[in-house]
């Protein structure tokens, strides 16, 4: 991959140099940091371990596995950090933002309890969702079994296909990062105009409370 190396840069050439010095654990390692730091994409990661596989720089399957066990361990750490952080803390931080309610946190505590296992599975394989889905997971201290299990399904699912992606482009990698960026902004547009709307809504319904006690 030393030739590869020289012409990619950036994020990409400090993946190539994981996986030139340590094998398919450093892909592996490589998507961990991309749990624990989401600016580090894994649609960039995974298929270009696809790639080097395609040269026989790596094991297909290795890829797989250990870019699943790195997926993983990663979840596990934001899982731990949910976990420290507590349902009390996050209550307390919550109450201190503005026109958030005490009742909206119940009200998202009581959804992930009926839906949580499915959010697990399937945040996973949603751009930056698949890696702060592991931190509510942690304050709700989600069963370690139902978290790990879902956790794997959902990270193997979304490994296989970028790394086989990776390995049937070969050369045209980079066509998998191009089609999962405008996924990745979809999803932050979606986001952006979901927080929109639930501003403008309890903004509108404080001033509508507002005038209703002033009358009274």
């Known amino acids: 991959m030393d030739t590869v ?27 961990a940091l991309e749990n624990l730091f989401p ?6 990661i995974l298929p270009l371990a696809g790639f080097a596989a395609s040269r026989g720089d790596l094991s297909l399957v290795g890829a797989i596995l250990w870019t699943t066990i790195g997926s993983v361990l990663g979840a596990l750490a934001l899982y731990g950090v949910g976990a420290l952080l507590g349902r009390d803390r996050t ?7 503005p026109l958030v309610k005490i ?14 296992v499915k959010t697990v599975f399937f945040g996973r394989m949603i751009p930056i969702f698949r890696s702060l889905i592991s931190v509510p997971a942690g304050v709700q201290r ?14 193997l699912i979304w490994n296989t296909i970028f790394v086989m992606a990776g390995y049937l482009l070969g ?9 999962a960026g405008v996924l990745s902004k979809a999803v932050i547009v979606v986001c952006a105009l ?5 501003v403008v809504t309890r903004f509108t ?5 507002g005038r209703h006690r002033e009358k009274i």
């Open 103 to 116: 009742a909206d946190i119940e009200k998202t505590e009581a959804w992930f309890a009926r839906h949580g």
């Open 142 to 155: 989600m069963p370690m079994t139902k978290f790990l299990l879902f956790t794997t399904l959902g990270s």
């Open 171 to 179: 050369e045209n990698w980079g066509v998998v990062e191009e089609y």
């Open 205 to 209: 319904r404080e001033r509508r409370t």
């Open 5 to 31: 190396n020289t012409e990619i840069g950036g994020i990409a050439g400090w993946a190539i140099g994981l996986m030139e010095q340590m094998g398919e654990p450093g892909a592996g390692l490589a998507i």
């Open 39 to 44: 600016p580090l994409p894994s649609e960039v």
């Open 194 to 198: 979901a927080l929109v709307w639930f």
């Open 91 to 97: 209550i307390a931080i919550a109450s201190k933002l």
